[in-house]
């Protein structure tokens, strides 16, 4: 997978401008505020369907202009393919793929892998569990879409459950609405467990390879997907979700809210033993988000047998001379991304600089 062009229109702080891309190292050179954020931006958005910055599509539209285009080429198995979005100020979004309106959004996942890492990133490790959930769910959702619909249904009925926890007085009449409901509920949740584990189970090997070779062999990380139910078939999972559910009724109506299920997960992180998450110092915590990160290329790779576009935003500044070395010579082998205000390291690179 390879991405060849992106057009942008009325995009950030791009009225008009179409920018073409080598396989391997892509450098995008420009001063602070110049859009190379932007750039990665709107490549981000074109395979995820979302934006790694707000949750707001029409954030993206120019100021001053009614809607935004971007417009993607990506070769493919040797066949040349596109993606287009327009989005409005209404916040709606229209996506094509090869000219064809698209149905469901999950159509386009899969058409473009990326794996992003950004100063934001390195927060990962201790950050809430929200932002590792996120992490779990975003590389997920790209190569599995059983994961993402099970994922979006799974939210909408924690949604109408919160909502009706807070809304309605009458128990009876909560546990009659929910009766139908959390068994869907663990239905979906069963899938997305199961998922999550078999993710963390893979990606914890590569990501323990790549610590402890950054670490000098000093380090030795272990991660684990941090679940009330324990790994075993789908069937037991999801009998398992059902019975917590039931168990935590009271406290979820004394609550007003869903206090069990994987929307509650996390993803342990310990270093020798030690909970990172709590204890880990900042050259560790960049570490391990750059071993999630390169784990996750890893992961791609064997699940998809395709490489991911790797969008780098101002993370060589932020690593030190070895774990930069290291993240260059494993990126080597993917069409990579990097913005940076200066470039120094000599080596063989497509130059972007932005404005042109
Ligand atoms: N919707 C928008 N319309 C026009 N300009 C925008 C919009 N959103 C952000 N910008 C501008 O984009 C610039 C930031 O671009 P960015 O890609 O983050 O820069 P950098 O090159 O530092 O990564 C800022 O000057 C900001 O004002
Ligand atoms: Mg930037």
């Known amino acids: 997978m390879h991405l060849e062009s992106v057009t942008l229109k009325n995009f950030r702080n791009y009225q008009d401008k179409t920018v073409l891309f080598k396989d391997g190292l892509n450098i995008i050179v420009g001063q602070n505020a110049s859009g190379k954020t932007n750039l990665l931006e709107s490549v981000y958005v074109a395979g995820i369907g979302r934006s790694p910055r707000t949750n707001k599509y029409k954030d993206m539209i120019r100021w001053g202009s009614e809607y935004a285009y971007i417009k993607v080429t990506i070769k493919k198995n040797k066949s040349t393919h596109t993606i287009e979005y327009s989005i409005d100020?209404?916040?709606?979004?229209?996506?094509?793929?090869?000219?064809?309106?698209?149905?469901?959004?999950?159509?386009?996942?899969?058409?473009?892998?990326?794996?992003?890492?950004?100063?934001?990133e390195m927060k990962l490790v201790k950050e809430s569990p929200v932002e590792r959930r996120r992490f779990m769910d975003i590389s997920l959702s790209q190569q599995n879409k059983n994961y993402?619909?099970?994922?979006?249904?799974?939210?909408?009925?924690?949604?109408?459950?919160?909502?009706?926890?807070?809304?309605?007085?009458n128990p009876d009449k909560i546990k009659e609405m929910l009766y139908g409901w959390d068994s869907q509920l663990a239905s979906y949740g069963a899938t997305i467990i199961l998922k999550r584990y078999e993710f963390i189970e893979k990606i914890k090997v590569f990501a323990r390879n790549t610590h402890s070779e950054i670490s000098n062999?000093?380090?030795?990380?272990?991660?684990?997907?941090?679940?009330?139910?324990?790994?075993?078939?789908?069937?037991?999972?999801?009998?398992?979700?059902?019975?917590?559910?039931?168990?935590?009724?009271?406290?979820?109506?004394?609550?007003?809210?869903?206090?069990?299920?994987?929307?509650?997960?996390?993803?342990?992180?310990?270093?020798?033993?030690?909970?990172?998450?709590?204890?880990?110092?900042q050259g560790q915590q960049r570490t391990v988000a750059l071993s999630l990160k390169l784990a996750e290329i890893s992961f791609f790779e064997s699940?998809?047998?395709?490489?991911?576009?790797?969008l780098l935003d101002d993370v060589l500044s932020e690593l030190d001379a070895s774990r930069r070395e290291k993240l260059l010579k494993l990126s080597a082998g993917l069409q990579t991304l990097i913005t940076c205000t200066e470039f120094e390291e000599n080596l063989n690179h497509n130059l972007i600089k932005i404005p042109q």
């Open 89 to 120: 100020r209404q916040d709606k979004k229209r996506i094509a793929i090869d000219g064809i309106p698209l149905v469901k959004l999950s159509e386009i996942l899969g058409m473009l892998n990326i794996v992003f890492f950004s100063p934001d």
């Open 148 to 169: 993402f619909n099970a994922l979006s249904k799974y939210n909408a009925i924690v949604a109408q459950r919160n909502k009706l926890l807070k809304e309605e007085h």
């Open 217 to 281: 062999n000093s380090e030795n990380l272990q991660l684990e997907y941090e679940c009330e139910i324990p790994q075993g078939e789908i069937s037991s999972i999801k009998e398992e979700f059902l019975k917590k559910l039931n168990e935590n009724f009271e406290k979820d109506l004394s609550l007003q809210y869903t206090s069990f299920g994987c929307h509650r997960d996390d993803i342990s992180i310990k270093i020798n033993g030690v909970d990172a998450r709590k204890f880990a110092s």
């Open 303 to 310: 699940e998809t047998g395709e490489k991911p576009v790797l």
